[in-house]
Each structure stands twice: as C-alpha cells, then as structure tokens.
C-alpha cells in the first residue's frame, strides 16, 4: 500500500504535472494498482433532486438565477420519486446513488424530506451521496445520523482562481463545510473543474488543496468545463474555443490526483460526453476508477449506458466490486494515521 502523504507542496504538485507524459502516466499507473483494482471502476447514477434557481452566481453553472441558460426551476422532487430512481439505478448497476440539489444551503424545513430519502436509499442497499451547498454543523450531523455515506461539495479550482469564477461565497466557506462534513463522520467528495479558463498553476493549487486537507477526500471528482450557452464561463469559451482545457492536461490532472490522493477513487465526472474513447482510456490507465453512468448528470448530457458497456468491453473493464480502499480500510481514520505515518488496521 501506497503511503499517504498531507505535506505535499506546491513545488512538488508543480513538478508533477512536468512530468514527461509517459513518465506520469507510469507513475499514476504504478500508485493505482498498488491500491485498487486497475480493471474495475466504481458506476454512480446522479439524480437532481431540486433543479435550477440556485441564488449562487457559479460562472459555469446553468442553474444559477444568474445564468441565462433555460433551466426551469423546480421544487424539490417528492420522497417516493427519487426512491423510484434509485431502484433503477440498482437495476442498471449502479453502486452508489448521488443526489443534488441546487441551492446555496438546505433549509431546515428541507431536511425531514432530505433524512427519508437517505434513509429510503440506504434501505434499498445503495450507497447515497448528497450535494445540497453548504452545510451547518447540525445539518451535517442531522445527514450523518440518517446514514448518509458521502457528501459532495467541491473546492472546483484553485483557491485563486476561485474568486474570479464565484463570488456570492468564498473558498473558505467551502472549506468549512468540508471541515463540518468530515467531523460528522460522512465520507467527503470533493474534487473540482478544470478547463474553466485557469493556468497550469491554478491546476496546482487546486490538487494541492485537496491533497494537503487534514485528510484526503474519499473521492476525488475531475470535471472537465461542459460549456452552456448563457453562463458566464459557457459564453467565454464559445467566443475563444483555444480556451478549452487540453485532453493530455486533463490526463495530466487526473494523474496528479491520483498521485498524491492514492487511495481516494478518483472520479470522471462532467465533461466525459465529450472524450474520445481514447482520452477515457487514458484517464482509467492514469487512475480514474469511478464515472457517473446515465444519459444525463444533472442537467448536462453524459455518455450514457450503452457506450459506457461498449467502451468496459473495448478496453476488458468491469464495475467495481467490493468495497473502496479508504472504506476497506476505515476511512478517515486510516487516512489520518496514514497521513501521519502509522498504518492502517
Ligand atoms: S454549482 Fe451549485 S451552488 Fe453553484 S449555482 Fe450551480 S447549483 Fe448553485
């Protein structure tokens, strides 16, 4: 097993990704089966439990009030709805079932519906994650108590170039919610985008910061920007198309993750509908392990079922079986006292 390291510096994220390509991809390789499967990666079905009408003005998001992007707003969809969604997802092989609700934070008149759900999901044998924007301490406790495995909530960039995508929260804030997530016990998720018009550098921090949190994130998702028409970001890149990040620096990132986030999966998330079977190729030999399955996430297009099926059988892959290694292991204990040198139980 990999030793899991929280002291990683800039400099040493930095001369990562410089890397000759062949070089980081041999090292991404080699961490990756030390510690998971290399042939298996984890299916997850994403469902938007609350669409649009988000407050927060996110540049790449089509659900923000701010955007000009088409997207209705809903009400939040009723208990015994998504339980039906959850079961389909089962159905197709889903592993764990992912859940977002588009607002800035819950209401506390939201949480009774919120706590059935996780409890409805939990009880069907599925593995639930929840993003719903920041959290309070006792909002975090309330979804730890229902048996909520993960909670999604992404850093999304650097801590720089973070002002310049969002400003009606700051990076703090989401570090916050992170902190609260984790002492409540909940797995963290928490990854970001890139391609969203930031440097090489701001690709740095952005690892950097989930790498050197008190523990690292159970699971890692890498974005890559799906430009909409009428957001901020979406608009930016139609007019300069060069912007649009690079498949080998995407790899790159996905190979840094997974350097020194060794034992968290790291998922392909946003953005894959859009790589060639070759670049998804690339990014599972770099460390990928897990991608969200479905036609839709949550309101972007995705791959879809059958050229998920099509491409595993190109490339001899299967869904993962068992349990993930930081779970297998213990969690963010055994990330704690691996990050401190002691090993796992
Ligand atoms: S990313 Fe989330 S918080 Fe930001 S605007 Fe979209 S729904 Fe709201």
């Not at 938007?48 to 009400?75: F, H, L, R």
């Amino acid at each position: 097993m990999t030793n899991v390291r929280t002291d990683w510096t800039r400099e040493e994220i930095a001369g990562l990704f410089n890397l000759p390509f062949t070089e980081l991809l041999f090292q991404a390789a080699s961490v990756h089966r030390q510690n998971h499967p290399p042939d298996q990666v984890q299916l997850c079905t994403l469902l938007s439990i609350k669409t649009g009408g988000c407050p927060e003005d996110c540049g790449y998001c089509s659900q923000s009030v701010k955007a000009d992007s088409g997207v209705e707003a809903t009400k939040l969809m009723d208990v015994q709805a998504v339980l039906q969604s959850a079961a389909q997802a089962k159905d197709h092989g889903s592993q764990r079932f992912c859940m977002g609700a588009a607002w800035r934070n819950p209401k506390d008149r939201d949480m009774p519906a919120i706590v059935e759900i996780v409890k409805g999901v939990r009880e069907m044998g599925m593995e639930t994650c929840m993003t719903l924007g920041m959290l309070t301490e006792k909002q975090a406790d309330m979804l730890a108590e229902a048996g909520l495995d993960y909670y999604n909530h992404n850093i999304d960039s650097s801590p720089e170039y973070y002002e310049r995508v969002i400003s009606t929260r700051k990076f703090e804030e989401r570090i916050e919610t992170l902190d609260h997530v984790r002492n409540s016990g909940i797995n963290v998720c928490s990854g970001g985008i890139v391609g969203m018009g930031e440097t090489r550098d701001d690709r740095v921090g952005f690892v950097h910061t989930l790498a050197t949190l008190e523990a690292h994130p159970e699971s890692v998702p890498v974005n890559a920007l799906v430009p909409v028409k009428g957001t901020v970001l979406g608009d930016m890149l139609h007019d300069t198309p060069l912007a649009k990040i690079d498949d080998i620096e995407f790899v790159r990132t996905v190979a840094v993750a997974r350097i020194t986030m060794p034992m968290s999966m790291v998922r392909l998330s946003a953005g894959r509908e859009s790589m060639s079977d070759a670049t998804q190729a690339l990014c599972f030999m770099a460390g990928a392990n897990s991608i969200f399955t479905g036609d839709k996430l949550l309101t972007a297009p995705n791959a879809g079922d059958d050229s998920d099926a099509a491409l595993f059988e190109r490339l001899g892959m299967t869904a993962l079986q068992g349990e993930e290694p930081m779970r297998a292991c213990g969690g963010q204990a055994a990330s704690k006292q691996m990050a401190e040198g002691v090993p796992a139980e």
